[in-house]
């Protein structure tokens, strides 16, 4: 079977500055992000899962969703932090 462009690179979650859950620029809900993550795992388990947080963002809801992905069984989780211009 031939891959998609969706299962070449492994899902993206951002903590948005607001304290927002985004999943692949599409907002989440906090009882929907266990669910969506879920779901990422079973479809590619492999994949692993890239975390994101703007600057400004909630250390605790970074956090959070880390702890959720880990429960849902995300293999590898990939933080990216987003650096301020100059540093």
Known sequence: SVGTNQEEKPPE???????????????????ELEGRLRQMVKRAPDDGIILKGDKG???????????????????GIQMSADRPKGQ
Not at 13 to 31: H, L, M, Q, T, Y
């Open 13 to 31: 979650v951002k903590v948005a500055a607001d304290g927002s859950i985004w999943i692949n620029d599409e907002i989440v809900s906090e009882e």
């Open 57 to 75: 963002a909630d250390y605790g809801v970074v956090v959070h969703v880390l702890d959720v992905a880990r429960k849902v069984g995300a293999k």
